[in-house]
């Protein structure tokens, strides 16, 4: 298995440097090459992924290792699917650095996995909710980093090769509001059964470790986005910025989860 998971991030690794140059160049070979590349790569990391769940007698999804790999799957599973559906190239060129990153940052970390009381064998849904609904919150925080580069470009007048390629405001203010609109009831889900198992197990929904507490301002804080996209109507640059801004403290909740234990059941 780990030279199909070498491979795949071998292929992550070449597609991510001919998205980086179809940036700057204006040759349409680049993202075609690319495309198949990470098409190639994904077909990879879905084998190994299915072969490491199924082959292994542990609970799937129990350490970091496993759920920041699954985490960089569905990114290119969502890009491959906007791609598909309005031909957007250089959205590869920002998601698929951040799955490489994701999948060699979970190849660093250690093998083993946590021993998981029999009660907690179900938190593979947990982490399997919370992954996806993160999922969404990565993609919304890339249609903001994009919306800022446009607008700036559209600002400055610099119509550019990257302004070409740039996808127009609006599409990229609509994703942005999609990916919250897909990721939040996921993430609600994935809070929702990691506190049933808990309870379960250990007789409480929560015990107020810093992880949990920051995933918990983390969710109210996208609570509070969403609902000023939807009502309020907050859209274009404030939207973008506060994307940017929730996913840092997404990253934050991961960076305590691994720090502490290691894996989801810690």
Request: charged share 10%; proline share 4%.
């Amino acid at each position: 298995m780990p030279v199909i998971f070498m491979t795949t991030v071998l292929l992550y690794f070449v597609g991510t440097g001919f998205f980086l140059a179809y940036l700057v160049r204006r040759s349409e070979a680049l993202s075609t090459v690319s495309l198949i590349v990470t098409g190639i790569g994904f077909l990879s990391h879905t084998i190994a992924l299915l072969a490491q769940m199924l082959g292994g007698d542990q609970a799937p999804l129990s350490s970091s290792r496993d759920a920041i790999s699954f985490f960089s799957w569905g990114l290119v599973l969502v890009f491959l699917f906007v791609e598909y559906r309005h031909r957007i190239h250089i959205l590869g060129s920002f998601i698929l650095p951040l799955a490489l990153i994701s999948l060699v940052s979970s190849a660093a970390l250690p093998k083993q996995v946590p021993t998981l009381e029999p009660v907690l064998k179900t938190l593979w849904l947990h982490v399997t909710l919370s992954i996806l609904g993160t999922v969404g919150f990565a993609v919304a925080f890339v249609a903001g980093i994009m919306y800022l580069i446009q607008e700036r470009l559209l600002k400055s007048k610099r119509f550019n090769v990257l302004y070409a390629k740039l996808p127009p405001l609006d599409f990229l203010d609509h994703l942005n509001q999609q990916s919250i609109v897909l990721g939040f009831p996921l993430l609600t889900l994935g809070i929702i059964a990691g506190a049933i198992s808990a309870e379960f197990a250990r007789g409480s929904f929560v015990n107020w470790n810093p992880e949990q507490t920051w995933a918990l301002v983390t969710w109210v804080f996208y609570f509070a986005v969403l609902v000023g996209r939807l009502t309020v109507g907050w859209r274009a640059k404030r939207a973008a910025y506060l994307t940017i801004i929730g996913f840092a403290g997404v990253i934050l909740t991961f960076i305590g989860v691994v720090l502490k234990g290691h894996g989801p059941g810690a």
